[in-house]
């Protein structure tokens, strides 16, 4: 039902900043809360942020709380994740995924997922 492309990774420097989008196919995508993780090499897949499909709601992982920001732009199928102040902890692959209703922070509850972008931040 929904197709999702991850853009915007790269490589930063300690301090500096990245935005990280990702497009959805499908006319129903307002319906979806749509959610990023991510999973460093050796770690487990984590929760990062969720956005409601109302865009009323949000939320995050305490590490990232003042950093990063979730937003959507429904009328270009599109969720993005500013990430300010970056740190090397934050170095990761970030997923975006889509969920029909309610919105979660657990990942299994997430039926629709990306291929993944790669966010590296060196000290």
């Known amino acids: 039902q929904v197709q999702l492309v991850e853009s915007g990774g790269g490589l930063v420097q300690a301090g500096g900043s990245l935005r990280l989008s990702c497009t959805a196919s499908g006319r129903t995508f307002s319906t979806y809360a749509m959610g990023w993780f991510r999973q460093a090499p050796g770690k487990e897949r984590e929760f990062v942020s969720v956005?409601?499909?109302?865009?009323?709601?949000?939320y995050y992982q305490d590490s990232v709380k003042g950093r990063f920001t979730i937003s959507r732009d429904n009328a270009k199928n599109t969720v993005y994740l500013q990430m300010n102040s970056l740190k090397p902890e934050d170095t990761a692959v970030y997923y975006c995924?889509?969920?029909?209703?309610?919105?979660?922070?657990?990942?299994?509850?997430?039926?629709?997922w990306g291929q993944g972008t790669q966010v590296t931040v060196s000290s």
């Open positions: 995924a889509a969920k029909k209703g309610l919105h979660s922070r657990a990942y299994d509850q997430y039926g629709y």
């Open positions: 956005i409601s499909s109302t865009d009323t709601s949000t």
